[in-house]
């Protein structure tokens, strides 16, 4: 570091021989003031989004540092929302990044008291067995009239409007290959 | 040594005032309550992107206000205000209703109790629902009809710092924590705070405050790291109505002349500007208002004066921080009795 | 009016800001004054439940004093359309329309026809549950004749015509009348009537916006009929600046109505086959008359696309592309159907895919015993929920109902992938389809539901394999072979699947008119076809809006066919010239013999406004050309539905099953098909002609904040959204507090039959108490945020709601119901169940209160009980 360089540090030197004789502006201005950056600035990659929460489908970006989100705000090229978030789009990183999200599997025995940790592979085939239990318990082939029926009331579901039209279009397959029926969501409500 | 205007008065260049060549043109806040829906998506994006913490699960009951006041963890402040009175060209449909007497004197007086409990004791800051004096329907027996209430808005507004042409708190900051960007904003450099607090008293608007934790001082930035890149700060960016408009302040007092004018001719003759005058106290604010009633009734002072005005008499005669601390608090004093 | 846009819809909020500031002037009906009504110039406060009386209101204004769209009405609607001599209105039965069976409360519908058209096989004397509404997806019910075939008057002068029909049926919904029932002062509501046809006709358009305001009713469905016939009689649907605006609550919706994750439905409003139908022939019979007029007329193409993408190579023509594969239903299998299985442990295994229902839905208690009570439930949520923990502090665990040792529920909770930890696309509230890319990938366990099914069909596919068992034959032969990114689907190849794909060049279609119904295409859901023409896929598309026009369109992908305007062929006249120059969207263009214009015209392009069907001719072909309303089966909207609803053909006011009022129009009370659950676990307050109503007061309504989501799992957690709506409040009226003695910030609990709710008290003018018929009725509003997890807890305010629903489409009646206010928290433990059983046995409740459902005549018919067959025999045990 060169004397000047060193010199230009010190907000006293800067303000004695500067435009800013009272100390109240660039002579004041700190190292970090002087290099600051957006995070956005920084970030690896921008993501486009849609917002999580109403149906107003506002665009979202999504700034990616490390593989961490580190930033999500409101995609002004959007004719919808023309860049804007409501408080709940505006929390999304919140809802993202935050601590109240979990991260393992859990379970809880019949008769228990507390949560468990379970493998998220065994737990898997620990749902396979029993959906194939329940469809058999519940299953009916036809009714009073023998009219076909063909499925099982044994399993029910609930739940798809805060899912992808992908994942729903999965879920109601497999349900009515599987026989099961009661398959329901929010939209109901 | 200081030119003229340095510490009050309207002054064209801030920036250029405090030593910033070629600097940007001043840039600001132009926050128009006549579309604010009072979603708060200005608290939120604010303290997502400048990661100030939460402070404080606590129901104050002011409308839909649950914030209370600026302060170290709160840089946008939405106010909810229930009056007893018509918004321009509005039929809130409550005349002609059997109803009785208005909740705006008893929800005043429970919500200034609570207010006192909270942190700031921010009841002072005048942020609760306002009793204007309108005459009060509340007669023994009323409820059963023959009483109405009349008029009835809903008025919502999100505060925040002013970024003053002659800041308070920078002109009694010692450490020269706070300081004027090249936008002409005003900032604290948390590098170089060490929280002494001479700032917290030098707001005439009561916007600065330290944290309690770290003690240091706090406030909005107009998000100094995103104007360096050329970005909208973050509030200014959510806001679902462009109630909070962000551009070069030139531009915006333009726009806000233009929106007071359409707003007189369309009826809402109530409509004022607030901190938009640079002849004021303070030189003008880089955030100002559209407001759709006297300033108080939102929790502005109504004549906000810089501490420093006086300030260069007083550097030529004594010329020292302590005399600036003791106009600082005369001011704040002075404006506190202005206010009730 | 039943929206509060401003608070649950910011964003989509500045569009009515913007209009605004150009001028539009907005009117905001609703029981309370809300940050909606702090920015509409004006506001008309009613009393929760009596929106059909104040529409009803405005349409026989509109047709009293002439002021329709008397060119469009005639052109585009069925208004000059003979109804049925055999037709009785409300005005003839005190309230009900002909048809109507007090037995099974349902309608035989036979009489609602028109005169000489041989409408829907009816009914006869099922239960409502086989009635039409919820086999037909969104399908006009059918209507079977050539054009030109239905009895009509073109000068709608005939006493049977349809607008005559609709004028006499109205004719008692006066301004005076209006006032009495809602609570409205006759000056307020004229000024309504004059805006809305003031700014209606060709130069002019209003725009109507409905939310869950109105659907969540014993008689949704009708509310959103009324709207639609004001708009209808005003020439407001299919123009710029018209329309009915449905504003939807949750990021998909939409897209799982569209692609339903419903019981009654199959993709793309196809009904779900159900006992009647044999074989596909029978099942498309009933989806599609073989008359059948405008494109519902296709369905066979659209259901034998659907069945190639569930079967592939195993659907064939000899074999009914598998539609013997199908599970059939046949009565209610909705969700609140369901938890009450589940209390009668019919039901073992429950899966809860991001929704939480100990919180978010009506009669929560009720929800939680039933989860109390599964063999096993699965939990995939971002974070813990009220749902996953009902074992363990469920409200049922202090008062004695639930002990975790004594549950039996096995709960698995997976952590589900948030939005930005996987791709795909929702459908917003406008039906646009909007693809997200994936940020960042999932940590530890969390998983998308495209994660989880795959994985679910993968294993339970090896697990059935070299199964001989016929039931197993679905399942194995289910096309799962979608490309694979690692060890999950990859979610742009399923939305090809969906889009469409021809078998024999293995390329995606380019919209459902290339769909066949010969095996040759597969097709997920034949209105989202498009979405990935060419290949590419259509919803990722994100032309900056400054680089393109407002009609440009190239933002994202809306069904059907990018089109964003539905029915926009009514934006011109019948001659195909637009209504007005300032209001033009699409038009006949002579010379290139053609329809072009802003928008994807909604009618078939190169078809002239003069085109008149051959005799005989069926689907697309029959339409005429100036047939605006393509989808319905004589090509007109309807001002009254000969065919379709289980309530009847025309809207009628109803009092909510629970209301403090005598219906002041008719005998009969409530809704006459609305589905009641007379059970001890799901009592009723009394309404009139019942006793004792006065037990309950106060009329309660819930509704959202801006700062949280729903049942709260999205927002209670996060600390920014929690500290700005810290507490569950109770919004009373100064005047409701005075009476009940409440502090402002104080406490206060609200009682129904069902339980008692904590909250602190909002005193605040901007509930104001109601004049109805000459006395004075209270309102109070809750939200619904609330539950026992996250950074901001409370009571379950759906806990006070019962469980009564829609004849229609069974939705619960969670926007109205009758309510007390005490100062002071509530009794807490099992003392709270014996204070709510003093309330009840005050107001002399028994499982029969409420279910008395037919009141015309004045009497009490006996006590209606839904039927719990066909559930009802014990499933045959497998071997």
Not at chain 1, 144 to 167: C, Q, V
Not at chain 3, 129 to 136: A, I, L, N, V
């Amino acid at each position: 570091m060169g004397v000047k360089t060193w010199l230009d540090a010190w907000p006293v030197y800067r303000q004695l021989t500067g435009e800013d004789p009272l100390g109240r502006g660039r002579a004041a201005q700190s190292k970090r003031s002087r290099t600051l950056e957006s995070k956005t600035e920084t970030a690896d990659r921008m993501v486009h989004s849609v917002c999580p929460y109403c149906a107003v489908g506002c665009a979202q970006r999504v700034f990616v540092k490390d593989e961490q989100v580190i930033q999500i705000e409101g995609n002004p090229d959007s004719p919808i929302s023309r860049g804007r978030l409501c408080p709940k789009g505006s929390a999304s990183k919140q809802l993202v990044t935050g601590p109240q999200r979990e991260t393992h599997v859990l379970y809880r025995r019949p008769y228990g008291t507390d949560w468990e940790p379970l493998d998220l592979d065994t737990a898997v085939d620990m749902v396979v067995d029993r959906m194939l239990d329940a469809r058999r318990k519940g299953w009916q082939d036809t009714d009073d009239e023998g009219r076909k029926l063909r499925r099982t009331l044994g399993m029910a579901s609930l739940g798809g409007a805060a899912l992808d039209n992908e994942e729903n279009y999965l879920i109601k397959k497999l349900f009515t290959a599987l026989g099961a029926i009661q398959i329901e969501n929010q939209a109901r409500i | 040594m200081t030119r003229e205007n340095s510490f009050h008065g309207p002054l064209a260049d801030p920036a250029g005032e405090a030593g910033h060549e070629d600097h940007p043109p001043r840039m600001g806040f132009f926050t128009d309550t006549s579309v604010c829906i009072g979603c708060k998506a200005c608290e939120v994006a604010c303290k997502e992107w400048n990661a100030v913490p939460e402070d404080g699960i606590e129901l104050l009951g002011m409308s839909y206000d649950n914030t209370g006041s600026l302060g170290a963890s709160s840089w946008r402040h939405v106010a909810f205000i229930e009056q007893q009175r018509p918004l321009g060209h509005q039929d809130a449909g409550l005349t002609d209703l059997p109803v009785g007497p208005s909740s705006t004197e008893t929800t005043t007086e429970v919500v200034a109790e609570a207010l006192e409990a909270t942190e700031r004791g921010g009841a002072n800051l005048g942020t609760a629902p306002v009793d204007l004096g309108f005459p009060s329907f509340d007669l023994p027996g009323a409820g059963s009809g023959v009483e109405n209430r009349t008029q009835f808005r809903w008025l919502m507004s999100s505060d925040v710092c002013k970024h003053c042409t002659h800041a308070g708190c920078l002109d009694v900051c010692p450490t020269g924590a706070l300081f004027r960007t090249e936008f002409g904003t005003v900032v604290v450099q948390q590098d170089i705070c060490n929280g002494c607090g001479y700032c917290v008293s030098g707001c005439p608007y009561g916007v600065i405050d330290r944290r309690p934790d770290d003690g240091r001082a706090w406030k909005c930035t107009m998000c100094y790291d995103r104007l360096r890149a050329d970005m909208e700060p973050a509030c200014a960016k959510a806001c679902p109505t462009d109630s909070i408009q962000f551009g070069p302040l030139d531009e915006l007092r333009e726009r806000a002349d233009r929106r007071l004018a359409d707003l007189h001719a369309i009826g809402v003759s109530e409509a004022q500007l607030y901190g938009r005058d640079p002849e004021d106290g303070v030189g003008g604010d880089g955030a100002f208002f559209l407001l759709l009633d006297d300033p108080e009734v939102y929790g502005f002072p109504p004549d906000p004066v810089v501490p420093a005005r006086d300030i260069k008499s007083m550097w030529q005669h004594a010329g020292t921080a302590a005399a600036m601390m003791v106009a600082a608090s005369a001011a704040v004093f002075l404006g506190g009795r202005r206010r009730r | 009016m039943g929206s509060n846009m401003a608070e649950a819809h910011p964003v989509g909020f500045q569009w009515i800001i913007e209009a605004k500031l150009r001028g539009a002037k907005v009117i905001h009906i609703d029981p309370r004054f809300t940050r909606t009504s702090a920015h509409a110039d004006q506001h008309v406060p009613i009393r929760a439940g009596t929106d059909i009386a104040f529409l009803g209101g405005v349409v026989n204004h509109i047709l009293s004093n002439d002021l329709d769209f008397r060119e469009y009405v005639a052109a585009y609607t069925n208004a000059p359309y003979l109804v049925s001599e055999s037709f009785q209105d409300t005005e003839d039965l005190d309230g009900l329309f002909s048809g109507y069976d007090p037995h099974t409360a349902s309608y035989d519908a036979t009489s609602w026809s028109y005169a000489n058209v041989n409408s829907e096989p009816h009914p006869g004397h099922d239960a409502k549950e086989r009635s039409d509404p919820y086999q037909h997806g969104a399908r006009g019910p059918f209507v079977e004749t050539a054009d030109g075939g239905i009895e009509s008057d073109p000068t709608l002068q005939h006493p049977r015509c349809v607008f005559q029909v609709l004028k006499r049926h109205f004719s008692r919904y006066t301004p005076e009348m209006v006032a009495r029932i809602c609570g409205v002062p006759e000056e307020t509501f004229l000024q309504v009537c004059d805006a809305w046809t003031a700014n209606s006709g060709r130069e002019r358009t209003t725009s109507l916006v409905y939310s869950v305001g109105w659907t969540q009713h014993s008689v949704g469905a009708q509310y959103i009929r009324a709207g639609s016939i004001v708009q209808l009689l005003t020439g407001n649907i299919g123009r710029p600046g018209s329309g009915i605006f449905a504003l939807r609550g949750h990021a998909s919706i939409q897209g799982s109505t569209d692609i339903p994750t419903l019981f009654n439905l199959l993709p793309g409003y196809l009904p779900m086959p159900d006992t009647r139908h044999e074989t596909l022939s029978d099942y498309l019979d009933g989806v599609r008359g073989p008359e059948q007029k405008g494109f519902w007329g296709n369905s066979d193409a659209y259901m034998v696309s659907l069945l190639k993408e569930y079967w592939g190579d195993a659907a064939t023509a000899e074999n009914d592309f598998c539609f013997d594969y199908m599970p059939r239903i046949n009565g209610d299998h909705n969700t609140y159907r369901t938890a009450m299985d589940m209390l009668a442990g019919k039901v073992h295994g429950f899966f809860l895919l991001g929704q939480n229902p100990a919180v978010g839905s009506a009669h929560g208690r009720l929800q939680r015993l039933g989860m109390a009570n599964l063999d096993w439930l699965v939990v995939r949520d971002l974070s813990m929920i009220e749902s996953a923990t009902v074992w363990k502090d469920s409200p049922e665990i202090e008062t004695g109902e639930i002990v975790p040792e004594k549950c039996r529920t096995e709960v698995f909770f997976f952590p589900a992938s948030s939005h930005v930890e996987k791709a795909g696309t929702f459908t917003q509230t406008q039906r646009m389809l909007q693809w997200r890319d994936q940020a960042v990938e999932p940590i530890g366990d969390r998983r998308s539901e495209l994660w989880f099914f795959h994985q679910l069909a993968v294993r339970i596919k090896e697990r059935l394999a070299g199964s001989t068992d016929e039931r197993d034959r679905p399942v194995l032969d289910l096309a799962w072979d979608y490309e694979v990114e690692g060890d999950e689907p990859s979610p742009a190849d399923v939305l090809r699947h969906i889009n469409g794909i021809d078998l024999t060049t293995g390329r995606t279609v380019n919209g459902y008119p290339e769909l066949k119904a010969d095996g040759s295409t597969a097709c997920g859901c034949w209105i989202y076809s498009g979405v990935y023409a060419n290949e590419t896929n259509q919803a990722r598309r994100r032309v900056s809006r400054f680089d393109s026009g407002p009609y440009d369109a190239e933002w994202g992908w809306t069904w059907p066919l990018n089109r964003r305007i539905l029915y926009n062929r009514a934006s011109a006249d019948p001659e195909g010239r637009p209504w007005s120059e300032r209001k033009k969207l699409v038009w006949w263009d002579e010379e290139s013999g053609q329809w072009t214009g802003n928008d994807t015209p909604d009618f078939e392009l190169k078809k002239p406004p003069h085109y008149r069907a051959p005799e005989g001719s069926s689907g697309p072909t029959a339409l005429s050309g100036s047939d605006a309303f393509i989808m319905m089966a004589d090509g007109k909207a309807w001002l009254y539905a000969p065919a379709g609803l289980a309530d009847g053909p025309m809207p009628t006011h109803y009092e909510p099953h629970e209301s403090p009022m005598r219906n002041l129009l008719y005998g009969q009370q409530g809704s006459p098909v609305r589905k009641v659950y007379g059970r001890p676990d799901n009592p009723s307050n009394p309404a009139p002609p019942e006793a004792n109503s006065d037990v309950f007061p106060f009329v309660f309504t819930a509704a959202r904040l801006t700062e949280h989501h729903t049942a709260g799992a999205m927002s209670r957690q996060l600390p920014y959204l929690a500290e700005l709506q810290p507490a569950l409040f109770v919004e009373v009226s100064p005047e409701l507090a005075r009476e009940r003695g409440l502090t402002h910030l104080g406490w206060a609990h609200v009682i129904t039959s069902r339980t008692a709710v904590d909250a602190r008290v909002m005193v605040t003018d901007r509930m104001a108490p109601l004049r109805i018929d000459g006395r004075v009725v209270h309102q109070v509003w809750m939200p619904y945020h609330w539950g026992s997890a996250g950074l901001t807890t409370g009571d379950v305010v759906n806990d006070l709601i019962g469980v009564v629903g829609d004849g229609n489409v069974f939705i619960q009646e969670s926007k109205v119901l009758t309510c007390d206010v005490q100062p002071g928290q509530r009794p807490r433990g099992p003392a709270l169940l014996a204070y709510v059983e003093e309330y009840r046995q005050r107001a002399g409740i028994t499982v029969e209160t409420g279910t008395r459902i037919a009141t015309a005549g004045g009497h009490l018919e006996r006590a209606h009980i839904e039927p719990d067959e066909p559930d009802d025999d014990p499933p045959e045990e497998a071997s």
